[in-house]
């Protein structure tokens, strides 16, 4: 059943936070690659992070899209997004290559690229070579723009999505710009996380024998 209080709430936040919080996702992206408007990027951009944190904006996105803010929910998160605005990529891959940077600095599955432009790079992005699949940054970032606007097409449209979203933004706020003066010192006794910690296991990850399949 539609909670109109809730939805009153989640249409005032998409309203003032959605597009901000897109550009502090995939505008950090680019800030961080460097990136041009036909896809070539600085050879001085911290080019791994900007792949680290398009992997970590995919994640958010879908967090917003299902909702799910369950600590063991990566995956769903991945799942459920990819297959509905980025299917033509693999979400099991993006997944693993979201969990080897963070925790291995190693991107398995995929060959990370930077170079030329988006045209040069046109039929080549996602192709399998015998050091991974082809993956482009400025394609990749194209492709995550892509899949947010028709995201965000849907979210306007519907209740149970703009719900969702506000739940998992309540839970989960991104990264964003914070004032220093908005920092105020407490007790070490009273800091609560908003997550518990896990210990992680490395099994969680592929074998080595998958990373180029």
């Avoid at 539609?2 to 936040?13: C, M, T, W």
């Avoid at 769903?76 to 993006?94: G, L, T, V």
């Avoid at 995201?151 to 998992?168: C, N, Q, V």
Wanted: net charge positive.
């Amino acid at each position: 059943m539609e909670d109109k209080g809730e939805l009153f709430f989640a249409n005032a936040y998409l309203k003032k936070h959605f597009d901000r919080i897109v550009d502090w996702a995939v505008g950090d992206i680019k800030r961080c690659s460097r990136i041009n408007p036909d896809g070539t990027c600085d050879n001085n951009g911290a080019l791994v992070g900007a792949f680290i944190l398009w992997c970590c904006a995919i994640e958010y996105f879908g967090g917003l899209y299902t909702g799910n803010a369950d600590n063991g929910g990566t995956l769903k998160r991945y799942r459920e997004f990819i297959n509905k605005y980025m299917p033509h990529y693999d979400y099991q891959k993006i997944y693993d290559l979201r969990w080897s940077l963070l925790h291995y600095y190693s991107p398995h599955h995929f060959a990370l690229v930077h170079e030329n432009n988006l045209e040069f790079n046109k039929d080549k992005h996602l192709m399998k070579t015998n050091r991974g699949i082809y993956l482009h940054l400025g394609w990749s970032i194209k492709d995550l723009e892509l899949a947010i606007n028709n995201y965000k097409k849907d979210l306007e449209s519907s209740s149970e999505l703009k719900i969702k979203a506000w739940r998992y933004y309540k839970k989960q706020l991104p990264i964003m710009p914070v004032e220093i003066g908005e920092l105020k010192p407490i007790s070490n006794s009273l800091i609560v996380t908003g997550t518990s910690i896990q210990p992680i296991s490395a099994s969680g990850t592929v074998a080595e024998s998958n990373w180029f399949k």
